[in-house]
């Protein structure tokens, strides 16, 4: 798998970062040439992240590229914090489960939005989500 | 950076477009804005405009049923009008139902629905019966 050009590295410390990210992540999906539809639920979940890692994890930083696996094309974002991280990953990714006031559908409805879902997380360390979006 | 959204009057309809990408912070203002708009100006009707939205994500979808409970508090229908197809597709995956929130494709049948749910509610719009 190789990178290709467009990466961008943004840091997420503040609420305009969250809407930097999609903005950016939007770019990424159109340079890829997903769908009209396939952009719109990459950006919705790169949103729903960034702002997990923002609330959540107390801030951090997204990196985001084109990606190639043979002849296909994809968007490929990670979101990385160093905050509390997540102690029971199972019930964080069940719909409706919110540690606050959230609905809880962030993590779970992300993860159905996107082609590949991997989340990292180390109480007290932090936590890494990478997602992907294939184009078709 | 917090921005307003303009809210506009039309008779006894309040009605707002929302025609930028708003940060949550801008998203929760318009919330705020809008229950004191609606008892300020007795309005009985709240149109959301969301045609040129990009995306909605769960704190927007939040803000838009909150909206429409708060103003049915205080006697104000909300309608949301213009959603784009791949923001409802999307919407659906991502699990919101957004129940409890009425929609209309445009903003001409979003008026129609509320001037309907004003005269269903005060009779007015009740045909003469012919005898
Ligand atoms: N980056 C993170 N660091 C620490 N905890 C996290 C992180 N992301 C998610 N969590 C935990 O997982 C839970 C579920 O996240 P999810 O995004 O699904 O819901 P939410 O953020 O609480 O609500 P919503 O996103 O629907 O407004 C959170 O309540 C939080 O406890
Ligand atoms: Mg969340």
């Known amino acids: 798998m190789t990178v290709e ?22 770019t990424l999906a159109q340079d890829c040439r997903l769908s009209l539809v396939e952009q719109t639920k ?9 702002r997990n890692t923002l609330v959540h994890g107390g801030g951090g930083t997204l990196r985001g590229e084109l990606i ?3 002849l296909r094309r994809g968007v490929q974002v990670v979101f990385r914090d160093s905050g509390p991280g997540i102690a029971d990953l199972e019930l964080a990714l069940t719909d409706g489960w919110s540690s606050g006031t959230g609905m809880g559908l ?11 879902f991997a989340i990292e997380s180390e109480p007290g360390r932090g936590t890494t989500v990478t997602i992907t979006k294939w184009a078709r | 950076m917090s ?11 309040l009605l707002v477009s929302i025609q930028t990408d708003l940060d949550d912070q801008s998203v929760l203002n318009l919330q705020d804005d809008l229950a004191a708009r609606v008892v300020e100006s007795a309005a009985h009707g709240v149109v959301i405009d969301i045609s040129a939205v990009e995306i909605v994500d769960s704190f927007v979808g939040r803000m838009l049923a909150t909206i429409a409970a708060i103003s049915r ?40 629905l509320l001037e309907r749910a004003r005269g269903g509610r005060d009779g007015l719009t009740a045909e003469p019966t012919a005898s």
């Open chain 1, 5 to 26: 050009a467009g990466e961008g590295l943004l840091p997420i410390v503040a609420n305009d970062d969250v809407v930097r990210a999609r903005q950016l992540v939007r």
């Open chain 1, 42 to 50: 990459l950006v919705t979940a790169a949103s729903e992240l960034a």
């Open chain 1, 68 to 70: 190639r696996n043979g």
């Open chain 1, 106 to 116: 962030g993590l779970s409805g992300s993860r159905r939005l996107v082609d590949e």
């Open chain 2, 3 to 13: 921005e307003r959204v303009p809210i506009l009057q039309i008779g006894d309809i």
């Open chain 2, 73 to 112: 508090m205080l006697d104000a229908e909300t309608v949301v009008v213009g959603m784009r197809p791949a923001v409802a597709i999307t919407l659906v995956e991502l699990g919101l139902s957004l129940g409890g929130v009425s929609t209309a494709l445009n903003l001409d049948l979003g008026l129609r």
